[in-house]
């Protein structure tokens, strides 16, 4: 399999290089030059691996040598604390959810994570090699990314997060890490100096490729990859062969293009819901053809607290029929402007199967309690938008509608406190997490600090 960029103009590339990329050189998004056909039919008795193996292998075949490959997948889902990986259950009303917190962070990004950090290690020991990776966080990603990384000969991570203004639950997950390939920094400043300093070190071409700077983020084709599988796995079982739909809690598009692609390939898809919370560009994109940033509004469901959703230029290369000249055009625009018109006919094909809802956080603590009032279940701030998407945008109510559960109801225990007077408790290995100790440094928001930290701790 060889991959293209939405932008034209980065070389084609097999599926090693694409990983250790992330973005492309020309600015896009890397997305393979054609679509598998549809997975084999499941033997009696696959497991989520087997399933898994079956499905990414035509996007890493050429790259990587097959036993290898499968063992890098045992070895990630191993690492899952639930024998099904991501199990499906029910809810009321021919609802179900689709349980993706079942890895070591508790949020559905360990499902990509555990197998993108295994690929990086193999692919760069392959090429006699070692990376950095360094990543912003204001919460989930950090300590998905050290759980990756954590321990692997040809990798090394400092992970970002604005100092006292990440919740105690996720810095503690990031900060009791103790590895010698792991560092933690408090930066004095927001989320956005975060990410803005991590922007200025990848621009800095002399200190990245002295340390060889990587990105594992959510543009990364390998995680797309990885989250096709549990769309596969729970159409499956919850419609065998009949159509099915999913609701997306969503932020950076990646989860539910994840969704697109299953769908692509074959996975009786009928509707994809995507669930926002109020930064609702996709509602209003999806209602009217016109994408633009309005600022980033803080919520309770603080993974989806974004801008722009990075992975809508992959639907777009392909809503353009590969036009890569199209995507520039409207990327440039959207980039200059805060704003840009897609609304030709061809969003008829977008809204053919995707729908959009948004919540505010007093419909989201709503949802919270009506979801543990009908069901007895409880759900985290970001599951309970796809639930309320999923109740609010239904077409077919005789067709399955699956809701992605992407963070463990403990990993935002004050939200769910508030709604439903429940505390939930941290699940049985993150038990003793408040009494860990914890390790991490302080820097100001200054890029000089942080290229000597980094450069410092890589060669140190
Ligand atoms: C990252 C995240 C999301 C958003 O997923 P995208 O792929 O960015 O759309 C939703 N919920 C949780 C808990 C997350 O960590």
Redesign the pocket.
């Known amino acids: 399999m060889k991959y293209v960029s939405t932008r034209g103009a980065a070389p084609v590339l097999p599926f090693g290089d694409v990983l250790l990329a992330g973005l492309a050189s020309d600015g896009g998004l890397y997305l393979p030059d054609s679509w598998p056909s549809p997975p084999p039919a499941p033997a009696l008795g696959a497991t989520y691996v087997d399933t898994a193996v079956d499905v990414m292998w035509p996007y890493v075949e050429g790259s990587i040598d097959p036993r290898a490959f499968r063992t890098l997948v045992g070895d990630a889902y191993a690492t899952f604390s639930h024998p099904d990986v991501c199990p499906v259950t029910p809810l009321d009303d021919g609802l179900s959810l689709l349980e993706l917190y079942w890895g070591p962070t508790i ?3 360990d499902v990509a994570l555990q197998l993108v950090g295994r690929l990086f290690d193999h692919e760069l020991t392959r090429r006699e090699e070692r990376a950095t990776i360094v990543v912003a966080t204001s919460g ?1 990603t950090g300590s998905a990314a050290i759980e990756a990384c954590r321990g692997r000969a040809s990798l090394d991570i400092v992970v970002l997060h604005p100092a006292g203004r990440v919740s105690e639950v996720q810095r503690r997950q990031m900060t009791t890490v103790h590895e010698p390939n792991v560092r933690n920094v408090a930066i004095e400043g927001t989320f956005d100096d975060c990410q803005r300093l991590v922007k200025d070190l990848f621009a800095a071409e002399a200190f990245r490729s002295d340390v060889r700077l990587s990105a594992m983020n ?1 543009i990364n084709w390998a995680r797309v990859m990885a989250q096709i599988v549990y769309y596969v796995t729970s159409a499956r079982s919850v419609a065998s062969g009949g159509p099915v739909a999913f609701s997306v ?8 293009f994840a969704g697109w692609v299953a769908r692509r390939t074959g996975t009786p898809i009928s509707q994809l819901v995507v669930g926002s919370n109020s930064n609702d560009i996709l509602t209003r994109w999806l209602a009217s053809g016109r994408m633009e940033t309005t600022g980033v509004h803080p919520t309770i469901s603080p ?2 607290d974004i801008q722009v ?1 990075s992975n809508v230029e992959r639907l777009l290369f392909e809503l353009y029929d590969r036009n890569a000249g199209l995507v520039v055009d409207r990327m440039t625009e959207l980039a200059a402007e805060g704003r840009v018109d897609t609304g030709d006919t061809r969003l008829a094909t977008v809204t053919e199967v995707f729908d959009g809802a948004r919540f505010d956080d007093d419909q989201i603590r709503a949802e919270i309690r009506r979801t543990l009032d009908l069901t007895g279940v409880l759900i985290d701030p ?1 599951t309970a938008v796809g639930v309320a998407a999923a109740r609010a945008a239904r077409r077919d109510r005789d067709v399955p509608m699956i809701c992605l559960a ?2 463990h109801p403990a990993k935002f225990p004050d939200a769910v406190e508030e709604a439903t007077g429940i505390r939930p408790p941290l699940p049985e290995h993150l038990a003793d997490l408040l009494d860990r100790p914890e390790e991490y440094d302080r820097l100001p928001d200054d890029l000089s600090a942080v290229e000597a930290y980094v450069r410092a701790f890589v060669t140190g």
């Open positions: 949020a559905f990004k989930d959510s809690p969503t932020g950076n598009f990646g989860n539910v993974s989806m959703s970001h992407t963070a």
